[in-house]
């Protein structure tokens, strides 16, 4: 079993509906991470949870609303989205409490919003 | 804000030639990651650089840690198109946070 699973793999929708991105990790990691990755654009974070607290929101649009229910899954709820938000949404999971954190990733959510 | 500078943009080379890819920066780094992202996946940590001058080797994967801290390097021996993705550097800092370069993307050609 992968460490981190990322659902759906790839999504279409259009611009009035509601969908979530789901992730989970089976590592026993205490923090969690959504990024978008666009085209020719670094990794652009967006949340982190770590001991399911949200500790950062980078100013992310609020059509993009994070859940964490617990430290083993993350979800990204999405609704009334921007064609410009078609990217691949990639979740992470670390430790969370080491001084060098290292990431590891889910296969990503390839979006695209009609 | 630190900016990761990484170079070149894409790289298309045969199978069997060497290459380097460098991440760079204005400041100095704290420690640096290389990650390497396959199409279709998510990336995949390969190292952690933490010390100056500091010299680590995957298989044909051999990572240079600026003297300064401020560059770094990736070399890769004989590539084969396993290699192909997109390398990103990328430096932790306060915990949970990381800035990311833009990534070089390279396609090895069989």
């Known amino acids: 079993e992968t460490g981190v699973t990322q659902t759906p793999r790839h999504l279409v929708m259009g611009m009035t509906n509601k969908k979530s991105l789901k992730c989970e990790q089976h590592?026993?990691?205490?923090?969690m991470y959504w990024y978008k990755q666009s085209a020719k654009k670094p990794l652009e974070l967006m949340f982190v949870?770590?001991?399911?607290?949200?500790?950062e929101n980078n100013s992310v649009p609020s059509r993009f609303s994070p859940e964490c229910p617990n430290s083993s899954h993350l979800f990204l709820h999405l609704h009334t989205l921007q064609p410009e938000d078609s990217a691949l949404y990639l979740c992470?999971?670390?430790?969370?409490?080491?001084?060098?954190?290292?990431?590891?990733f889910g296969s990503g959510t390839q979006l695209s919003v009609l | 804000t630190q900016l990761l500078e990484q170079s070149p943009q894409f790289l298309s080379i045969q199978e069997g030639e060497n290459l380097t890819v460098y991440c760079n920066s204005s400041s100095v780094f704290s420690s640096l990651q290389w990650y390497r992202q396959e199409p279709g996946e998510g990336p995949v940590l390969l190292v952690t650089v933490v010390t100056g001058g500091e010299v680590k080797k995957l298989k044909r994967l051999t990572f240079q840690f600026g003297d300064a801290r401020k560059d770094s390097s990736l070399h890769i021996t004989a590539a084969q198109p396993g290699d192909t993705g997109l390398y990103l550097c990328?430096?932790?800092?306060?915990?949970?946070?990381?800035?990311f370069g833009s990534g070089t993307k390279l396609n090895v050609k069989p």
């Open positions: 590592l026993g990691h205490n923090a």
């Open positions: 990328a430096e932790p800092y306060n915990f949970n946070k990381f800035y």
């Open positions: 949870y770590n001991f399911k607290e949200q500790t």
């Open positions: 992470a999971s670390s430790q969370g409490d080491r001084e060098y954190e290292k990431l590891f």
